[in-house]
């Protein structure tokens, strides 16, 4: 369906066994590079991506911010637009259509957003939220912060109609240990007055006014009521039944959990260690890839960089 050098799709893999196969196998003949960059998997996510003809690259992970920018700087990325995607979302037919359409105009486009349908539970909500996935190779960058990193582009971006599905955790233990993480990362990141994502301005861009309800939610009276009441009846979960009434619930929860622990925190005069996920080794066949080699070398001159402008700065 795409033409050669179109499209490259990247993903940010660890242990991903379940949701890999299907993400691979609905890209191929669609996309025209698929790379994986996996943060050293233990169980068959890389056996699996290589079946698939992926290009794999291995890194520890950092945090989601990094990982994502070394992606873009140190991946031989060739096609003329680039797109993120997780092993647990999916394109329709007519949404891939749709891009592939955008990406073959001539519009003065720099990327494309699109709308990203929740699933729990095993059912898709009504909730829906407007994120930014596609954009010219070389444009972007990623905020670089630990967890809830967001795409950076000078530009114009436009909208598509079609729907991506996020097929979440597939089962609530799962969400709950990925939440537990998240939250701890959330809240090591407002104890140590880490930036945010973007500037924190009401009368700004989309993403500066969520920063700046962000940065001002916990000193919002009664924010928890809000904020269920936003969930429940301005995301429509209330149309989903009792898993709609789960969902807000939980989503209140996951805001509470990064309080509680800031405030632990703040008690204790400590910042928690950073939660990591289980993770091994390097896989011997990405290791002696010169694909990899290249990878390891040209992140090795980034962060070299990186240290020299903190260093300027400081």
């Given at each position: 369906m795409a033409m050669a050098g179109l499209i490259s799709v990247i993903m940010l893999t660890l242990n991903e066994e379940e949701n890999l196969p299907g993400a691979l196998e609905h890209l191929r003949g669609w996309a025209d590079e698929v790379f994986v960059v996996d943060s050293l998997s233990t169980d068959r996510t890389v056996d699996i991506a290589l079946e698939a003809g992926a290009m794999v690259v291995q890194r520890p992970f950092t945090n989601f911010g990094d990982q994502w920018n070394f992606a873009?700087?140190?991946?031989?990325?060739?096609?003329?637009?680039?797109?993120?995607?997780?092993?647990?979302?999916?394109?329709?037919?007519?949404?891939?259509?749709e891009i592939t359409e955008a990406l073959r105009s001539d519009q003065e486009i720099t990327g494309y957003s699109m709308d990203l349908r929740l699933w729990f539970m095993g059912e898709p909500l009504h909730a829906m939220g407007e994120v930014l996935r596609i954009w010219r190779t070389g444009s972007c960058q990623f905020s670089d912060v630990l967890v809830n990193e967001h795409l950076i582009i000078e530009g114009r971006i436009q909208k598509l109609k079609g729907i991506m599905e996020h097929l979440d955790s597939p089962t609530l233990h799962h969400w709950f240990e990925k939440q537990n993480r998240y939250t701890t990362m959330e809240a090591i990141m407002r104890m140590r007055k880490d930036a945010l994502a973007a500037d924190a301005k009401w009368w700004g861009s989309a993403l500066e006014r969520r920063m700046f309800l962000k940065k001002i939610f916990y000193r919002i009276p009664f924010r928890y009521s809000l904020l269920w009441l936003y969930e429940f009846f301005y995301r429509q979960a209330y149309?989903?039944?009792?898993?709609?009434?789960?969902?807000?619930?939980?989503?209140?929860?996951?805001?509470?959990?990064i309080e509680y622990?800031?405030?632990?925190?703040?008690?204790?005069?400590?910042i928690s260690e950073m939660p990591k996920a289980k993770s091994g080794d390097y896989d011997p066949r990405i290791l002696s890839s010169a694909l990899q080699a290249e990878a390891m070398e040209k992140d090795k001159s980034r962060l070299q960089g990186k240290r020299t402008q903190m260093s300027s700065e400081g």
């Open positions: 873009l700087h140190c991946l031989p990325i060739s096609s003329a637009w680039t797109m993120k995607m997780d092993p647990d979302e999916r394109l329709s037919v007519p949404l891939m259509e149309r989903d039944g009792r898993v709609g009434l789960a969902w807000a619930h939980l989503r209140v929860e996951v805001m509470r959990n622990k800031y405030k632990e925190m703040v008690k204790k005069g400590t």
